[in-house]
Each structure stands twice: as structure tokens, then as C-alpha cells.
Antibody
């Protein structure tokens, strides 16, 4: 059974950093591209970043370029999102998702990030 | 970026009814479209990909259709467990983009 479990969310002040993790199991992690998708409270879904199966390629939405870094450790079957210079508009639930071609076929339960002073 | 316009924003239907949700893309997305279901307090779940292919384990009362810029999700014989929000996503072009969602409630 495919499982994705995010961790690392919480309350953080504007301008500070936070690192999210996503532990994967039930599939061969290093065969799949992975992504982070966020959802602000009571809002829709927004793709944040994607990383290729081997970590050689990364892609970001414009609003997080230069502030967020997606990475992975295939030996640990874990995906990461390093978030720096956080802003109030980054407040959202962050989902780890597995990519099948370019759609998201499995999602984790999400971790909430609140950016507030 | 490709804009995805989803309608209606909310929908109320009775058990056993057939409901349809529409998604319009701002340009041709050549069937690069997925539909997701998100139940309250839960993460999204894939229903349909490539506009009309049913994801593993999804009940056959769900179906997708469309082409070009116009796509739809149909739910036949509505069940109580179908109460959820539904989102479309285009992945034909970078960056992939989502519709604003349709909230489906029981009448």
C-alpha cells in the first residue's frame, strides 16, 4: 500500500525557515518524480514544486522560486521541502504527492504551516 | 499560465441523482486533465486522469469526458460518500494548474 506521511509543520514567524519531510513507503521511491502541493485555508490547490526521480531536476512555482528548495534522499525514501524567508501568504496545508506522468496519483494527509508573528 | 474555470462553485443534489461538474481551460489542453475528490478534512484523491481514464479502485459511477478546452466529471447515482469537493487539474502545460473547486452537498 502506498503511504506518504508529512511532518515538520507548525507555527513560524515571518522571515524564518521551516523544513518539511515526507516519508514514503509501499512503492519504489526512486522510480517516481515527487511533488509538494499546498492549500491555503478554505482555498483551492496550488502546485509548489516538483523533483525528478533521481533528484537531478527541480521545478518551482514562481512565488516560491529562490525561497523554497525541494530535495530527496532516495536511500531513506524521504522527500523534503526547505522553506526560507517565509511569508504570511505561505500559510497553508502542504501535501506531499507522488507523480504519475504529470498528475498526482497518491497524496499524503498533509502538514499545516502557519506563518504568523 | 493556463487558467482552469470550474463550474458550478457549489452544487446540491439528492441521493441517486446524476451530477455533472464542468471545467474549462483557457487554451487547448489535449486531454491532459485530472479530477480529484477531497472529502472534508482529508487530502485529495485521484479519480480520473487523461480526461477519461478511471484511477484504480475508483467506483465506476464516476466518469470523465471532454476534449479541447471543455471537460466534465459525471457522477451517476449519487451516494452519501460522494459528499466532497472536486477539483480539476490540467497538466498539459507547465505549470500545472487547478480549478477553484466544486463543493458537492446532499439536498
Amino acid at each position: 500500500e502506498v503511504q506518504l506521511v508529512e511532518s515538520g509543520g507548525g507555527l513560524v514567524q515571518p522571515g524564518r525557515s521551516m523544513k518539511l519531510s515526507c516519508a514514503a513507503s509501499g512503492f519504489t521511491f526512486n522510480n517516481y518524480d515527487m511533488a509538494w502541493v499546498c492549500q491555503a485555508p478554505k482555498k483551492g490547490l496550488e502546485w509548489v514544486a516538483t523533483i525528478s526521480y533521481d533528484g537531478s531536476s527541480t521545478y518551482y512555482r514562481d512565488s516560491v522560486k529562490g525561497r523554497f528548495t525541494i530535495s530527496r534522499d532516495n536511500a531513506k525514501s524521504t522527500l523534503y521541502l526547505q522553506m526560507d524567508s517565509l511569508r504570511s501568504e505561505d500559510t497553508a496545508t502542504y501535501y506531499c504527492a507522488r507523480l504519475s506522468f504529470w498528475y498526482f496519483d497518491f497524496w499524503g494527509p498533509g502538514t499545516m504551516v502557519t506563518v504568523s508573528s | 499560465d493556463i487558467q482552469m474555470t470550474q463550474s458550478p462553485a457549489s452544487l446540491s443534489a439528492s441521493l441517486g441523482e446524476t451530477v455533472t461538474i464542468e471545467c474549462r481551460a483557457s487554451e487547448d489542453i489535449y486531454n491532459g486533465l485530472a479530477w480529484y475528490q477531497q472529502k472534508p478534512g482529508k487530502s485529495p484523491q485521484l479519480l480520473i486522469y487523461n480526461a477519461n481514464s478511471l484511477h484504480t479502485g475508483v467506483p465506476s459511477r464516476f466518469s470523465g469526458s471532454g476534449s479541447g478546452t471543455q471537460y466534465s466529471l459525471k457522477i451517476n447515482s449519487l451516494q452519501s460518500e460522494d459528499v466532497a469537493s472536486y477539483f480539476c487539474q490540467q497538466y498539459y502545460n507547465y505549470p500545472n494548474t487547478f480549478g477553484a473547486g466544486t463543493k458537492l452537498e446532499l439536498k
